[in-house]
């Protein structure tokens, strides 16, 4: 982690460097614009006081050629000036506000000679409307009107020289900002291009990592599958074991057990009170422990010859297994005056029929077995939730307390063994492992002294008979008694 801040760093130098130039440049750039909207205001202004300037010309010289030739022809210079020099002296005026007051004040004099000028020139026009030709040709030229245009001609040169001298200003500082935004683009051009160099050269260095990267992941992968194919070895070995166990212990080990069995039977049955109370009692030990080892011995078998996935053919009625069930324990059922109630119509799933029989046996004979004093009544229903079928299996049996839920599926668990001497505990792991091989899960609510209720689910995907969102129909009580 510490070892990524100075890169970061760099990385934010490097980017930012790019950032500060491009603002200096926009800076420079902003300044060029603006001497040069400055020297074009000037070049501007320039040119209408050099349009003044020749309107005074040519007013003085119409003025001057109509006092020596009488000509009046020499009077429509004069005219045409007098007419358009109020807006060119308005424009000349605006033209200044731009400008620093002194020079603003030089051609507002500079307007006023000009202005001054034209009206001194306006007064023979005057007389020739008034008093027609003759008398406007005896008017002389006054000294004054000399006076006006040699001020005239000074105050022109003060402003061409002063312009002049802010043009060639303004023009040095323009280019030494162009130079400047020269450099500075020079500079960000030759930054821009060292950070891609050093961008090309941080991806290159990321393809070759990741191209390492790459080389471990498969080289990992390699291992990896290497040690999976050992592990399914060793699995495949572990699993050709077990059947061999399976064989020795349905053949080999069953057979002395039940040899052991039937010579205890015999001797239970020719000698019963013929040893006496002690040697009758030690016989039953033996026939009783005999058959306990014959039920685990077969509970095993069981558990290890299940399937990893069941056998799907086709769709199986739960309904059908749940009377299947009934034959199958009528005994005990009718011996313990149990009833069993279908609350709800049951579907059909596409499972493995042998196992979710056993799975159903299994719970109707839990219920049996820890069953309490009062009529015992065994309630199955099954209802859709999102996507699983959800199947209960409740008693009002001896119950449990909540917290022992999960050891009642332990291999070899038993919670009322004292009470209950037959069973193996093996029951409802078999159930389990046939409810979660066909995607399902099975847990327990139970309340001490009030009875139990099993839950499994299984995904609704195996209902082939069913739309997607259909909801189950509520069917009318199902009540079967084992009389």
Known sequence: MTSQIPTKRRLAVLFSLPICISVLFFTATTATEYMTAKFLNFENLLINLDALRALAGDVDTSERGFLLTSDPQYLNPLRQASASMPELIEGTLQAAKAQDRDLQARVSHFAALVRTRAEEAERIVNLERSGGLTSAKKVERPDIAEQTMNEIRRSIRDLHERINRQQTRYATTQTRLNTIAFFIFALGTSLMLVLLIRVYRAALDALKARDVMYGRLQEMNANLETQVDDRTRDLRA??????????????????????VTSFSQLLEARYRGKLGEDADEFIGYIVNSSRRMTDLINGLLALVRLRKEGQLTAPVSFEDMISDAQTSLQASLRSSQ????????????VIDRVQFMQVLENLISNAIKYRSERPLVIRIAAHQSGSEWIFSVADNGRGFDQQYAGRVFGLFQRLHAQEVPDGTGMGLSISRKIVERHGGRIWVDSTLGVGSTFYFSLPVSLDLSREPDAQPEKGGALAQSAN
Do not use: G, K, W
């Open 238 to 259: 572990a699993n050709e074991e077990l059947r061999q166990f399976a064989y020795v212990a349905s053949h080999d080990l069953q057979e002395p057990l039940r040899t």
């Open 338 to 349: 149990a009833q069993i109630i279908v609350e709800t119509q049951l579907p059909s799933l």
